[in-house]
């Protein structure tokens, strides 16, 4: 209700979940795909500003193993398009 509540007030541009990884090398996101690519603008954003950053290793589909994930519920239930996993 917390996140919805702000998503209402406006006040709720991007939500970024913060995961750390034991298998994978660099920083990435994980994003949930939208239908112009705007999704992809904050990401890449952080890769043109961030050495350690790698856009190329980012994913921005929805796997049905993370329907549960945070990104992608409030991707669907709040509508926040800039909804990411950072590993």
Same mark, same amino acid.
């Given at each position: 209700?917390?996140?919805?509540?702000?998503?209402?007030?406006? /006040?709720?541009?991007?939500?970024?979940?913060?995961?750390?990884?034991?298998?994978?090398? @660099?920083?990435?996101?994980?994003?949930?795909?939208?239908?112009?690519? #705007? *999704?992809?603008?904050?990401?890449?954003?952080?890769? *043109?500003?961030?050495?350690?950053?790698?856009?190329?290793?980012? #994913?921005?589909?929805?796997? /049905?193993?993370?329907? @549960?994930?945070?990104?992608? !519920?409030?991707? /669907?239930? !709040?509508?926040?398009?800039?909804?990411?996993?950072?590993?």
């Amino acid at each position: 209700h917390f996140v919805k509540g702000l998503q209402d007030e406006g /006040r709720l541009l991007c939500f970024v979940d913060i995961h750390g990884h034991s298998t994978k090398r @660099n920083v990435f996101m994980y994003g949930c795909t939208g239908s112009d690519g #705007r *999704e992809k603008s904050f990401p890449r954003l952080f890769g *043109e500003r961030c050495a350690h950053f790698s856009f190329k290793d980012c #994913r921005f589909d929805i796997d /049905r193993s993370k329907e @549960n994930t945070g990104r992608v !519920v409030v991707y /669907r239930e !709040v509508g926040i398009l800039h909804s990411f996993t950072l590993e």
